[in-house]
């Protein structure tokens, strides 16, 4: 488990927890990938890695955002104006940005505008683009070749006037 991240002189310094080792279950349809893995430390020690690369937190879909990284978001509550129809809400800026820690993003069915809700992959695969056009440009690089095919193959959703009626019908 992260628990802190840090920026060093030439990268980033990740701080990380051992916890248990939990057995997984395969796939029965799947072949597995034989990868050589380092044995897992004792649950509770201190694990150090420095990477020249700023890190992902990607969780996949074990637990939720609240459960996995409530440290980076705010949540709307019954007073918040930008509360969406679920309370609890992580409240997003326009590119699914956390508005309480920059550089953070969110993806996935825990995306919500307002009223409308991305819940299911053919709603929020279409704000996977805009996710990337952000950090693209906050890296300085051209995205306008690449949004406007996402636009064309309609894999680019930042107009919620038209998705309304599909998106919102969960509230």
């Known amino acids: ?17 051992w916890l248990a080792v939990e057995e997984e279950e395969e796939a029965p349809l799947r072949e597995p990938t034989k990868v050589k893995m380092n044995q897992p430390g004792e649950p509770g020690t201190t694990l150090v890695l420095h990477t020249p690369n700023p890190p992902i937190l990607a969780t996949g879909f074990q637990g939720s955002v609240e459960a996995t990284a409530s440290h980076l978001f705010a949540f709307a509550d019954d007073d918040n104006p ?10 997003l800026t326009e590119y699914d940005e956390s508005t309480s820690t920059k550089g953070v993003f969110l993806v996935g069915p825990q995306v919500q505008h307002d009223a409308l809700t991305f819940c299911f992959v053919y709603k929020f695969r279409q704000r996977f683009a805009v996710v990337a056009d952000a950090i693209c440009q906050g890296l300085g690089k051209d995205t306008k070749a690449a949004v406007a095919e996402c636009r064309q193959n309609n894999m680019y959703l930042d107009d919620f006037e038209t998705c309304e009626d599909t998106c919102g019908d969960v509230c």
């Not at 488990?1 to 840090?6: A, C, D, G, K, Y």
């Open 1 to 17: 488990r992260v628990l802190m991240v840090e920026k060093a002189k030439d990268g980033y310094t990740v701080t990380a927890e």
């Open 82 to 91: 930008r509360k969406s129809c679920l309370n609890g809400a992580p409240l």
